[in-house]
C-alpha cells in the first residue's frame, strides 16, 4: 500500500474522537485477503470464525458504543495468519506481536499478506505443474502428428541423425576393439537379420540410451545441415547450448595453446593464468561463430598482458609473432585442439548427466580445465533440462526409430519385452 493511506489512516486514528473510515477499510481488505486462502467449500470453520469476528457491520455497532479494541482485533487477525501461512513465515508471524503502535503493525500485516499470497500462488503452480505439463505433452504429441502426416518423408531427418550417430558409436567400438567375437554380422538381406535382432545375435553392443544421449551430445557442435524433426521445438535452445559451448572449448584452446607455447616461461604464473582466461572468455563470450576477425581480437587484448608477463630471458622477437600465428589458427572448426576439446567437453557432460544432478562433474580433460567446472556443470544441467523434455515428447518416436536401426544396422538393443520401449531401461 502506498504510504500515502498509511499517513491518512494515522493522522485519522490520532484525530479526538479517533476517526475509523480509514480502519474499517483496511480491517474489510484483510477479511476478504484471510478468506481467499480458504479453498472453496473447505475450512467452513475457519471461514466463520474469520466472518464473525471481521464482521465490518458489527465493528461499527462495537465504534458508536465506543466499545472497539483495535488491538484485539489484531491479535485475532494475527493469530489467524499464523494459522494459515507456511512454516517458512512462522518467525515473522511472532514478531507481529511485539509491533505496540497499531499503524506500523498493520502495515506489517499487509506486508506480509502479500509474501502468503505468492506463497499460495506458487503452491498452487506447483500442484498444477504436473498436470499442465501432462497435457502440454499430449497437445504437442498432437500437433506433431499432424505434423507428420503433411510429410511425404516423416522422420526422415530424424531417422538420418540416428543413423548417422549409430554407425560412429559402430566405427569407434569397432577401431577399440570392442565388437563381440562370438558373432558376426548377418549377410545382406539374409532374413534371419529380422528375425535375430530382438535376440542375442547381434554383433555389436550399443544400447538405445547410449545411442540417444551421444546424438543429442552431437547437437553441441551441430553442423550437419538441417535439425531433426524432432527438434524443430527446440533449434532456439540447442543453439544457445552450442553457443555456450563453443565459447568453453574456444576459450581452453585459446588457454591451452598459448600456455603450452610459453607457460613456462610466465612470471606468476598461477595467478596470471586466471587472469588470462577471463581476458580471453571476455573476449569470445556469446560469438556465435570463431572467425578469423575474432581470433584477431583476442589477439590484441591478450598480446600485451602476455609481453607483460614474459620472463626476460623469454623477451625473443620471435616468441609473440610466433605465438599469433598459433592463436589466430585457432579460427578453424576442424583444429586439432578445438576437436580435442569438444571431444572432452562432450565427456564431461555426458559423465555428469550419467552421473546425476548431486553428483560432482567429472572433468575428463588436461589439467587446466577445473577453471571450467561451473561452466561445465551449468551447461549439464541446461542439457537435461531439454533432452529430458524432448525425450518425453518424442520418446515413442525414437523406439520406432532405433528398434529399426536394430535391424537396419544390427545394433544390440536391450528391451524387457518384445512390447516394451528400449529407452525406458534407463534415463538419460
Known amino acids: 500500500m502506498h504510504q500515502a493511506f498509511w499517513d491518512v489512516l494515522q493522522a485519522s486514528l490520532s484525530q479526538t474522537p479517533p476517526d475509523h473510515t480509514q480502519a474499517l477499510i483496511l480491517l474489510g481488505e484483510v477479511k476478504q485477503t484471510l478468506l481467499s486462502f480458504l479453498p472453496d467449500?473447505?475450512?467452513?470453520?475457519?471461514?466463520?470464525?474469520?466472518?464473525?469476528?471481521?464482521?465490518?457491520?458489527?465493528?461499527?455497532?462495537?465504534?458508536?458504543?465506543?466499545?472497539?479494541?483495535?488491538?484485539?482485533?489484531?491479535?485475532?487477525?494475527?493469530?489467524?495468519?499464523?494459522?494459515?501461512?507456511?512454516?517458512?513465515?512462522?518467525?515473522?508471524?511472532?514478531?507481529?506481536?511485539?509491533?505496540?503502535?497499531?499503524?506500523?503493525?498493520?502495515?506489517a500485516v499487509f506486508r506480509i499478506l502479500e509474501e502468503m499470497k505468492l506463497d499460495m500462488l506458487n503452491f498452487t503452480l506447483k500442484q498444477a505443474r504436473p498436470i499442465i505439463n501432462m497435457h502440454s505433452i499430449e497437445y504437442e504429441q498432437q500437433m506433431f502428428d499432424e505434423f507428420l502426416a503433411t510429410e511425404p518423408e516423416p522422420l526422415h531427418l530424424t531417422k538420418e541423425w540416428l543413423r548417422s550417430t549409430a554407425i560412429s558409436l559402430l566405427e569407434s567400438a569397432d577401431s577399440e576393439g570392442t565388437r563381440n567375437p562370438c558373432a558376426s554380422p548377418p549377410p545382406s538381406g539374409s532374413s534371419s537379420s529380422s528375425s535375430s535382432s530382438s535376440s542375442s545375435s547381434s554383433s555389436w553392443k550399443i544400447s538405445p540410451t547410449r545411442l540417444l544421449r551421444h546424438a543429442f551430445l552431437d547437437l553441441l557442435d551441430w553442423n550437419s545441415g538441417p535439425y531433426p524433426e524432432t527438434l524443430v521445438a527446440d533449434i532456439s535452445r540447442f543453439l544457445e547450448l552450442q553457443i555456450y559451448s563453443e565459447t568453453v572449448v574456444l576459450s581452453a584452446a585459446t588457454l591451452l595453446v598459448i600456455w603450452n607455447a610459453i607457460g613456462s616461461r610466465i612470471t606468476d604464473a598461477a595467478a596470471f593464468k586466471g587472469d588470462l582466461l577471463e581476458l580471453i572468455r571476455a573476449c569470445v563470450e556469446n560469438r556465435e561463430q570463431a572467425n578469423q576477425e575474432l581470433m584477431a581480437s583476442v589477439w590484441v587484448f591478450v598480446e600485451p598482458e602476455i609481453e607483460k608477463h614474459l620472463s626476460a630471458d623469454a623477451k625473443s622477437p620471435a616468441v609473440l609473432p610466433g605465438l599469433r600465428i598459433l592463436v589466430l589458427d585457432l579460427y578453424r572448426r576442424e583444429h586439432p585442439v578445438r576437436q580435442l576439446l569438444m571431444k572432452r567437453l562432450k565427456e564431461s557432460v555426458e559423465a555428469a548427466v550419467a552421473a546425476g544432478p548431486a553428483s560432482p562433474v567429472q572433468t575428463i580433460s588436461p589439467a587446466f580445465m577445473p577453471h571450467f567446472q561451473g561452466s561445465i556443470r551449468a551447461l549439464s544441467e541446461d542439457f537435461v533440462k531439454i533432452i529430458s523434455r524432448n525425450q518425453t515428447v518424442f520418446g515413442r518416436y525414437y523406439t520406432r526409430l532405433i528398434t529399426e536401426l536394430a535391424e537396419e544396422l544390427d545394433l544390440r538393443v536391450h528391451t524387457a519385452s518384445a512390447q516394451s520401449s528400449p529407452l525406458k531401461q534407463a534415463p538419460l
Open 41 to 107: 467449500g473447505q475450512g467452513m470453520q475457519m471461514r466463520e470464525i474469520i466472518n464473525r469476528n471481521l464482521d465490518v457491520e458489527h465493528i461499527k455497532e462495537q465504534i458508536a458504543h465506543d466499545a472497539f479494541d483495535f488491538r484485539e482485533k489484531a491479535h485475532f487477525i494475527i493469530s489467524i495468519m499464523g494459522r494459515l501461512c507456511a512454516p517458512a513465515r512462522d518467525e515473522e508471524i511472532k514478531q507481529l506481536s511485539t509491533i505496540e503502535e497499531i499503524v506500523p503493525l498493520f502495515r
